[in-house]
C-alpha cells in the first residue's frame, strides 16, 4: 500500500484558505445535542482522518457537510466564503461530495449503469450507452480499481470493488472534497489495502479526503491529519505525524483530555492497516 507523500502533503504548504470549513456547528435533535462547538477545516490534496467511538458525532458531522443535516448554528464556509448547505445538491454545487456505509448499489445493473444511476446520457431520447461506459471506465482507471469491466454486474463484485464502484460515481461530479464513511468497514485485508491505495490516489489528484473510520492502523496508514471527536465534540486535531497510536486512542477514549500540541514528529508500536493487530472503535 502506498504510503502518503509527507513532502507534497506538509500542512504547513497547505493554501491560507480551506476548501470547507466549519465553525462552531451546533447540531441539535429536540433536546439531544449531536455536535457542540465543532470547528473543522479541510483542504485539498490531504487526507483528513476523524476518529472517535460509536456516537462521537463522526457520521453526523459528515452529513452536516453533505447536506443531509442543516446545523442548529455555526457558519460552514466555501473558499472562506460563508455559504448554507441546505441539501445534498448544494453540497455537490459546491464540491462536496460523500460516498455513504450502505454504498447504495443497485446490484441488477453493471458498473457503468451505478455510476451513472439518476445521471444517464442522453441524445435525442437515447441513452449514449457507449459514452458512458468510455467516461466509467476512464475514471476507474484514474483511481486504479480494480475492476474487470464496466459491464460486469455490480451484483458479482466483491465488497472491496463494490466499494470502489460507489466512490467512482462520486468522483464522476468532480467534486474538490470527498467524504469517506467507514470505507473499509467491512473488507478484507487485501481489499482493505487496495480501497486505501485508491483513497491515497484520489488525494493525489487534487481532491481532499475527509475519511471517517474506527480502524486506527487505516488511519495512521495514510491520513495526514487526524482529528479526535468524543460526545459530539472535537477534543483533539494534529498532524498524523505528530501523535502517536496511543495519544489517539487516550483521546478516544477520554483518558487525556486532547492530542498533545505537536512539536516533533512521534512513533509508536507498528500496527498494520486492516489487520487484526489494529485496534478498532
Known amino acids: 500500500m502506498t504510503k502518503p507523500d509527507t513532502a507534497s502533503t ?6 491560507k484558505v480551506p476548501t470547507l470549513a466549519l465553525r462552531q456547528i451546533c447540531l441539535s435533535f429536540g433536546g439531544v445535542r449531536a455536535l457542540e462547538d465543532i470547528d473543522f477545516e479541510v483542504y485539498q ?11 462521537a458525532g463522526k457520521s453526523t458531522l459528515a452529513k452536516v457537510m453533505a447536506g443531509v443535516y442543516r446545523p442548529t448554528s455555526g457558519t460552514i464556509l466555501s473558499d472562506g466564503v460563508p455559504v448554507t448547505i441546505g441539501s445534498p445538491a448544494v453540497a455537490a454545487r459546491l464540491g462536496v ?6 454504498l447504495a448499489l443497485a446490484d441488477n445493473l453493471d458498473v457503468a449503469a451505478n455510476m451513472f444511476l439518476g445521471r444517464e446520457l442522453n441524445r435525442a431520447s ?11 471506465k476512464a475514471v476507474l482507471e484514474q483511481i486504479g480499481a480494480r475492476i474487470p469491466s464496466v459491464r460486469y454486474p455490480v451484483a458479482n463484485l466483491s465488497a472491496g470493488q463494490r466499494q470502489s464502484v460507489a466512490i467512482a460515481r462520486v468522483l464522476l461530479g ?3 472534497i470527498v467524504v469517506l464513511d467507514e470505507p473499509t468497514s467491512s473488507l478484507s485485508i487485501t481489499q482493505t489495502s487496495e480501497v486505501l491505495d485508491l483513497i ?12 471517517i473510520s474506527h480502524n486506527l492502523a487505516d ?3 495514510i491520513a495526514d491529519r487526524v482529528v479526535v471527536m468524543r460526545h459530539g465534540r472535537v477534543v483533539g486535531q494534529s498532524p498524523m505525524s505528530g501523535v502517536t497510536y496511543e495519544d489517539i486512542v487516550a483521546a478516544i477514549t477520554g483518558a487525556v ?3 498533545p500540541a505537536p512539536a516533533v514528529a512521534r512513533t509508536s508500536r507498528v500496527v498494520g492497516a486492516g489487520g487484526a493487530d489494529g485496534v478498532v472503535f
Not at 506538509?10 to 493554501?15: F, G, K, Q, S
Not at 461530495?97 to 450502505?102: L, N, R
Open 97 to 102: 461530495a460523500i460516498v455513504f456505509q450502505d
Open 45 to 55: 490534496h490531504e487526507i483528513v482522518a476523524i476518529v472517535g467511538e460509536n456516537a
Open 126 to 136: 437515447f441513452l449514449q450507452t457507449a459514452d458512458m461506459e468510455n467516461t466509467a
Open 200 to 211: 491515497v490516489r484520489m488525494r493525489d489528484l487534487g481532491h481532499g479526503i475527509v475519511l
Open 174 to 176: 468532480q467534486p474538490r
Open 10 to 15: 506538509d500542512i504547513a504548504a497547505m493554501p
Open 257 to 259: 483530555r486532547t492530542l
Open 219 to 221: 488511519v495512521q496508514a
